[in-house]
Structure formats: C-alpha cells, structure tokens
C-alpha cells in the first residue's frame, strides 16, 4: 500500500523569505502523480502544484516549486517570497489511477499535513 | 464558475443521535468523493462515485456511514448513529472524469460529536 509521510508538523518563515517543506512516499509503482494542496483556515483543499512521476522536469507555479527525486521518493515543496496569505496547512498527495471494482479510481492518499505560518 | 458546494458548514450533535450531509458537485463533473479528514491527519476517502455509481467505498464504516449520489449530481453523506470518533471535517470533491489533474474541493462540513 502507499503511504506518504511529512515529518514537519510545524515550520515558520519571515515574509520575503524562501522556505521548503518535505515529503516521502512509498510505492512499488512507477507511474503516478503526486501533489500539494494548500488548506487556509477555510478549510477548502487548493491545489498548489502537480507532478507527473515520467516526467523529469520538475513542476513550477510560481513561486512554488517541486524538487522532485523519483529514486529517494522524495517530493518536496519549496515557496519563495512567502507572502502573508501563504499561511496555511500543506499536505502532500499520491495517486495512482487503480481499478475499483465499479471502475477507474483515482483516490488521492495525503500526508499528514505541515503547518506553515509566514511571519510579518 | 461556481465551487463546490457544501452544507452545513458547522454541525454539532450527540452521540447516537444521526447527521447527513449534502454536497452539489461543479455541474458537468462526472466524479464525485467523499473524505474524512480527522484532526491532526491528512484527508481519508470514504467513498467516490462515478455518476451515479460507487467506483470505491472500501474504507466506509457501512455499519454506520451511508452515500448516495442522486441523479449522478447531488449526493449526501448519513452518519446513523454516530460516535465521538466520527468528528472530523467532511469534504467533498469533483472531477470532470476522475482524472489524474487533482479535484476541486469543497470547504467541508465540521462536525462535532458530544
């Protein structure tokens, strides 16, 4: 089964600033996709940047990007010029379109999520 | 063009006693999910549709959660009866036809258990 893992409950960083935030997973699959969502205080999930597993390149939004290590399975996020409104929890997902017995399925499996507080 | 919608935003009630919630997915999306995000973890899926049809509900407590999906638009979420586990935030998504872009969320319905 896949798991994804984040191991920074918290971080902070100072408006302007440039931070990074991490992510593993674990899968046997070669072909997937991984995300990151952002979750404000209004609890809606907003998709920040997506990242095809074939694809070497890493993703760019922005300023958000991917450091995207297929071999380590590591997926991580970096913000620069963080912004006020950046504040948010930050979760990590994988999907891997699988067959459910009614059909195609594309359940998206998220870490436990980093709260990221940008400080004025 | 408009979100998904989700009500109510809030509810709190007793154990045992019964809650169902609604969600009205982007109109023209095909896909519809259910997810339980407890505090403190990442969101977990209960269940997803494929218009009106269950594709996936293998992590849903059928003792006690039950879906459905009316017309392959609106669908509901019924908890009967329910347990101080089951508060957590439940949100609900679509896509156009499951596909591998990510989904659009709602903001969820916040539910407490006294």
């Known amino acids: 089964a896949q798991t994804v893992t984040q191991s920074q409950p918290e971080m902070s960083v100072q408006e302007a600033e440039t931070v990074t935030l991490s992510c593993t997973y674990d899968t046997s699959e070669n072909n997937y996709y991984l995300f990151w969502y952002k979750q404000p205080p209004s609890r809606q999930m907003i998709l920040v940047i997506r990242?095809?597993?074939?694809?070497?390149q890493n993703a760019t939004e922005n300023r958000f990007s991917v450091n995207f290590q297929k071999a380590a399975k590591s997926f991580s996020l970096k913000i620069s010029d963080s912004q006020l409104g950046d504040t948010a929890m930050y979760f990590c997902a994988f999907m891997k379109p699988t067959e459910g017995y009614g059909g195609a399925t594309n359940k998206l499996i998220f870490g436990t999520g980093t709260l990221l507080a940008v400080q004025p | 063009e408009a979100g998904v919608a989700q009500s109510p935003r809030y509810k709190i009630i007793e154990k045992r006693q019964s809650v169902a919630f609604w969600c009205n997915p982007i109109s023209g999306h095909a896909t519809l999910y259910w997810y339980q995000q407890i505090l403190g973890q990442g969101p977990k899926l209960l269940i997803q549709f494929q218009n009106n049809g269950v594709v996936d509900d293998s992590q849903l407590p059928k003792d006690r959660f039950s879906a459905e999906r009316l017309k392959g638009v609106d669908s509901t979420l019924k908890i009967q009866p329910a347990k101080l586990e089951d508060s957590a935030v439940y949100l609900c998504?679509?896509?156009?036809?499951?596909?591998?872009?990510?989904?659009?969320f709602g903001s969820g319905t916040r539910l407490t258990v006294v």
């Open positions: 990242q095809e597993a074939y694809k070497q």
């Open positions: 998504a679509s896509s156009f036809r499951g596909d591998n872009y990510g989904y659009t």
